[in-house]
């Protein structure tokens, strides 16, 4: 199972940006990349997702402020998160397709009002 390790997290006023990465310890070239958060007390939720072509997806209330993009050559994918609100507070996760769905450890974003 391939190993998945979060970065880019932290403090942010409202209104702020943050970009989180993830790389993968295995290639993603051929993998459909996700973004999940959970917000304390809350279910998990979907981010955002970025098939092998490129094409991207997301949850309704994240369009138009975040932006999910990759990098194969770097085992990499990122999510720029523009006009961050304080809903927005949660930890994020990355996963990767496969034949068993391999999560980060996730990495926190807090954004203070």
């Known amino acids: 199972q391939v190993q998945l390790v979060e970065s880019g997290g932290g403090l942010v006023q409202a209104g702020g940006s943050l970009r989180l990465s993830c790389v993968s310890s295995g290639s993603i070239r051929f993998k459909t990349m996700g973004w999940y958060r959970q917000a304390p007390a809350k279910q998990r939720e979907w981010v955002a997702s970025?098939?092998?072509?490129?094409?991207?997806t997301y949850a309704n209330s994240m369009k138009g402020r975040f932006t999910i993009s990759r990098d194969n050559a770097k085992n990499t994918v990122y999510l720029q998160m523009n006009s961050l609100k304080p809903e927005d507070t949660a930890v994020y996760y990355c996963g990767q397709s496969g034949p068993t769905y391999s999560w980060g450890q996730g990495t926190q974003v807090t954004v203070s009002s």
């Open positions: 970025i098939s092998s072509d490129g094409g991207t």
